[in-house]
């Protein structure tokens, strides 16, 4: 299965400002997603990474707010922009091979919001 | 609406049991159901994948089963181990998109 590394691994941040997460694949895959997990909750999808174009966003999240960018088939970034306290969360990217194939998702970014 | 349902947050049982896991959905028509793992700090695990025209899948010592009339999967790990602690999820994907809605997960605690 494919290895998906995440950077950075944790960060500390200030209201206000924003925050850049990379997702690397080591190899090519047709589907990227960014997912948040809450402290104690499960997944919740932010969107979907598209290549080459505008990513699509999930109901409650907004590119504005989550700038995403996926310029080829192994890499995406997400940007947590203007973060307040309540984006403290781990961010994860996960990746799919093919449609009906499962997903791989790398080991997330941990933020916290001062 | 759409719901995904694990049973209870926590399942303790004792080493060498069998822990069954349940996973139940409403107003899903899901192509396929996933079983993952997560430890503390790590990214979820794929474990396994069970289309909705199979009944039963195994691997080693996992087994799902999917049942579509009940809207339900079973995950049992027989012959558990404290290794096999952690939180376990069920992902759906309703449209065969790829992206998958994930269930709060049941966190499993095998005792020596």
């Known amino acids: 299965s494919a290895v998906i590394s995440q950077k950075p691994s944790r960060d500390i941040c200030q209201r206000g400002t924003s925050l850049t997460i990379q997702c690397q694949v080591d190899s090519q895959v047709t589907m990227m997603f960014w997912y948040r997990q809450q402290p104690g909750q499960s997944l919740t999808l932010i969107a979907t990474?598209?290549?080459?174009?505008?990513?699509?966003?999930e109901s409650g999240f907004v590119i504005d707010k989550f700038p995403i960018s996926r310029p080829n088939l192994t890499f995406s970034t997400l940007t947590v922009s203007n973060m307040s306290p309540e984006d403290s969360s781990i961010y994860l990217c996960s990746v799919v091979g093919d449609r009906g194939q499962p997903q791989h998702f790398g080991d997330g970014t941990r933020l916290s919001i001062l | 609406s759409q719901k995904i349902e694990q049973n209870s947050e926590a399942l303790n049982i004792q080493e060498g049991k069998t822990a069954t896991l349940t996973c139940n959905y409403t107003?899903?028509?899901?192509?396929?159901l996933q079983w993952y793992r997560q430890d503390p700090g790590r990214g979820p695990v794929f474990l396994l994948l069970i289309r909705e025209n199979e009944k039963e899948k195994r691997k080693e010592r996992l087994k799902v089963t999917f049942d579509t009339t009940l809207k339900q999967s079973l995950f049992h790990i027989t012959a558990s181990q404290p290794a096999d602690s952690a939180t376990y999820l069920c992902?759906?994907?309703?449209?065969?998109?790829?992206?998958?809605?994930f269930g709060d997960g049941t966190t499993l605690t095998v005792k020596p």
């Open positions: 992902a759906l994907d309703n449209t065969n998109a790829g992206k998958s809605t």
């Open positions: 990474a598209n290549q080459g174009s505008e990513a699509t966003y």
């Open positions: 107003n899903y028509s899901p192509a396929y």
